[in-house]
């Protein structure tokens, strides 16, 4: 059987997905009986009226000698085939329920109404073709449901190289990884980093969305005066450095607005037994960590958040202790791809 | 350097046009560039064929690149303002092969439409690119017939090179390549009819299907060559294809009007043998020069025997054009450093 594993690209940038999509298409190719590719269509969504562009593109492209698809990203999962199993990690969000907040490049206006219409027609379009709808978490089966009126599956994606994450002992720093960008909110723990304990280090790893992301991020460092106790390492992050960064820490920090799923980030601090500080609005990360067992919950804001950093550097022995119970925690929920790949070919 | 590289494909068919996309990049990561390579599925059929274009133009890589490397067609279509071309083929089928016997579609006024649609959007397109270059001078001259633009030839190097060279001077012909009829290698098995010496052929490479290998095998059992023609007809790994150039006589490739020299002669020319060609071989004959680095005759068995001999006799001769096909190489330039200092540019 020839799989095909579809999946959108921003030219130069990684994260989870990427990540997720390339140790898919590897699992699959060491199937019995399967071979598989990846591709990787570029999206370009600025300014708002090339999601128009990047729409009709897809709709335009022709898949030959393949026999099942397996599609994970708007808008590559448009593309047609007449065996399509969608496996959903998140629609484009900034036409959904991201609507209406500061975080969506859709204002409200005729040309954002268009494209708005645009992507949820395609998307309702392609979900009635797919055979088999799976998504990553809770979260975005919700919203695809409120949103779309479908119902799908959970398929929780495992950890791509667990085997990376293991504790190498307590450090003194907390480390936040992943993308950086608004929604990840990497500069509300920086403001907060104004108000904890002068003993209290971070370290920020991952590759900026854009460069204003890491130029953002960069005069916060220098307008609050923290370049001796916020180090930055932006860019794409080599699976070891990440794994060094994690295993060592204290404790991680990881406080995305509102997120799609349980996260990568969680989930591989998990595995390196470490606790995470999270928000109470963070989403899927929620399913995860619960407050004071394997890591801390806070509002949304630079005082909170720098309570909760405060309290993982005043108290290593409970950090300790919460990362302890994360590592129980993950070992317990987590998938395997065996399993993981039976159902996506089923 | 942010270097997109941008080529087409189709899903589980792999081929030169996807090696060179992935030696190009391997190549400038050694160099420290950052690399994103991007494949785009790409259908030949000519239903569709104006539409996934349109599609494909749609497409934009932006300013995250400071520059874009289209290869196999259309990927060239996709708009860049550093775009750079290095132009492996046509869509042959609309362009030189359209007069062919052989063409797979009528010629009606639908497809003499969608051809003229993609040769306008060819020429638009390509024309928009900083620079262009071709892999062979048969493809810049096929560029210059049917869109009128300029090219400049830019011969794609081995990737790693250094993995061929010379062992011994052994007493077999060798030709590797895929098993396909327009490669020829039955010319090459009737050949060894005609041969006085005792000269001997071997074929290496894998078939598309069995049909030709059969027959292939059909001329050695009927004429009785088994014990002189070796038929290798699979897929041979990379390290027993440098063995079988290192220890050869010299090397064979026959194609049928190829676009390019081909690789099988590159390879041979790192081994330091010499190459055995026909007049009829299209791209080849840009490397391949007459009783300099090899030899090159009609498209005839006798031909083809006599110069099997030949070399057989006259190993001296066979070692001496071995040597100056390294230096061929060499002096045509064809390097990773010239190729990137080229796309770069």
Known sequence: ?346 | MKVAICSTIVPFVDGGGRFIVKWLAATLRTRGHQVEEIYLPFSDDPNTLVQQMMGLRLLEIGKSADRLIALRPPSYVLPHENKVLWFIHHIRVFYDLWEHPYRPWPDNVALRSVRAALMAADNATISESRKVFTNSNVVGNRLRKFNGIESQTLYPPLFEPERFGFQSLGDEILYVCRAEHHKRQHLAVEAMKHVRTPVKLRLCGAASSEQYPDELRKIVRENGLESKVTTNLCWITEEEKAAAFAHCLAALYIPLDEDSYGYPSLEASHSRKAVITTHDSGGVLELIEHENNGLVCEPTPEALAECFDRLYENRNLAREMGRRAEERVRELNITWDHVVEQLLS
């Open chain 1, 1 to 346: 059987m020839k799989v095909l594993v579809l999946n959108n690209m921003a030219p130069f940038v990684r994260g989870g997905a990427e990540e997720l999509a390339d140790t898919l298409t590897a699992k699959l190719n060491v199937t019995k009986g399967v071979r598989a590719e990846l591709v990787r269509v570029p999206f370009t969504w600025d300014p708002p009226e090339k999601i128009l562009d990047s729409i009709l593109s897809c709709l335009a492209m022709q898949i030959d000698n393949v026999d099942r698809v397996i599609a994970l990203k708007f808008p590559a999962y448009l593309i047609h085939h007449p065996h399509k199993t969608l496996w959903l990690l998140h629609q484009y969000r900034q036409a959904y329920d991201l609507r209406g907040t500061n975080l969506t490049n859709l204002i409200e206006d005729k040309c954002s109404d268009d494209v708005r219409n645009a992507i949820v027609s395609s998307d309702n379009a392609c979900f009635v073709s797919c055979r088999r709808l799976f998504v990553n978490s809770r979260i975005t089966q919700a919203r695809l449901s409120q949103f779309n009126g479908f119902s799908s599956e959970i398929l929780l994606p495992p950890v791509t190289s667990q085997d990376d994450f293991q504790n190498t002992g307590y450090g003194d720093y907390i480390f936040a990884g992943g993308r950086i960008n608004l929604m990840k909110r990497q500069h509300l723990l920086v403001e907060a980093m104004a108000h904890a304990p002068s003993g209290c280090k971070l370290i920020i790893a991952g590759p900026p969305e854009s460069e204003d992301d890491g130029a953002r991020l960069k005069q916060l460092i220098a307008d609050l005066g923290l370049h001796d106790r916020v180090m930055l390492d932006l860019g794409f992050i080599p699976r070891e450095r990440l794994a060094f960064y994690v295993n060592g820490a204290l404790a991680c920090a990881y406080l995305p607005v509102d997120e799609d799923s349980v996260g990568y980030v969680t989930m591989e601090s998990f595995y390196a037994s470490k606790a995470v500080i999270c928000c109470s609005d963070s989403g899927g990360i929620l399913d995860l960590v619960s407050h004071g067992q394997t890591g801390l919950v806070v509002e949304p804001d630079a005082e909170s958040v720098s309570m909760a950093l405060t309290l993982m550097i005043c108290n290593p022995a409970d950090a300790k202790r919460m990362g302890e119970n994360a590592r129980d925690a993950i070992e317990q929920i987590s998938p395997d791809w065996s399993n993981t790949i039976d159902r996506l070919l089923a």
